[in-house]
């Protein structure tokens, strides 16, 4: 267990409302990404973090935005949700020096 | 472009019986490759890695194999049992990247 939770675990949202999501570490490990899974496509990168402030963008970053500001949370926004955006969210931390990823246990998004 | 595939969408196997997972990559500066294990409605579980310095990696039940030559990995898990019944996704990442690529998953059921 790598101390990771996610909240909400459930969300159903309308079309054009802004969503936040969070994901929170109770280990300090430096990296956090963001992951959404749909069907045939497995896992994809929305974003990632590799430290407080510091974030880059993933394969799948459009629509999306992340924010830092402490080790331990790691949120994602969905500015403006798209029906496209209904998905699992799943957080995850790295551990080094492994390199091992952990993940939390998701978030389904519903965006009607 | 898929740089991780998962060729096989399910695999069905008898208890007590070996199963392979296979997993095939496009690009040649991957070094490090994980395997993780899904069950519905939890996030992904590490399961094994390997660096490309080695050809292969055992724990416990789970050894993982990888061929370079021919960009493919795989997952064996001898013997198999029924709580193995899980998605099973492949990830690749480049050098000091941090970021890891998945495969779309493969659904293995082992009957009892």
């Known amino acids: 267990d790598a101390g990771i939770t996610q909240s909400p675990r459930h969300k159903v949202t309308e079309t054009g409302t802004p969503v936040t999501l969070r994901c929170h570490q109770t280990?300090?490990?430096?990296?956090m990404y963001w992951y959404r899974q749909d069907p045939g496509h497995g896992l994809r990168l929305i974003h990632y973090s590799y430290g407080v402030k510091d974030t880059d963008k993933g394969e799948v970053s459009d629509g999306y935005s992340v924010s830092r500001s402490k080790t331990e949370d790691f949120l994602l926004t969905l500015e403006s949700a798209t029906s496209s955006q209904t998905s699992v969210y799943f957080c995850?931390?790295?551990?080094?020096?492994?390199?091992?990823?952990?993940f939390g246990p998701g978030t389904r998004l519903t965006v009607t | 472009d898929q740089q991780v595939k998962q060729n096989s969408p399910s695999l069905s196997v008898q208890e007590g019986r070996i199963s392979i997972l296979n997993c095939d990559y496009t690009n040649s500066m991957f070094d490090y490759f994980l395997w993780y294990k899904k069950y519905p409605a939890e996030g992904p579980t590490f399961l094994i890695s390997i660096s490309s310095i080695k050809d292969k990696n055992e724990d416990g039940r789970f050894t993982v194999f990888l061929n370079k030559s021919a960009k493919h990995l795989s997952l064996h898990i001898v013997p198999s049992q029924p709580g193995d019944s899980a998605v099973y996704f492949c990830a690749a990442s480049s050098p000091g990247t941090y970021k890891y690529i998945f495969g779309t998953g493969t659904r293995l059921k082992v009957l009892a």
């Open positions: 280990e300090n490990h430096r990296y």
């Open positions: 995850a931390i790295m551990v080094q020096p492994s390199y091992e990823q952990y």
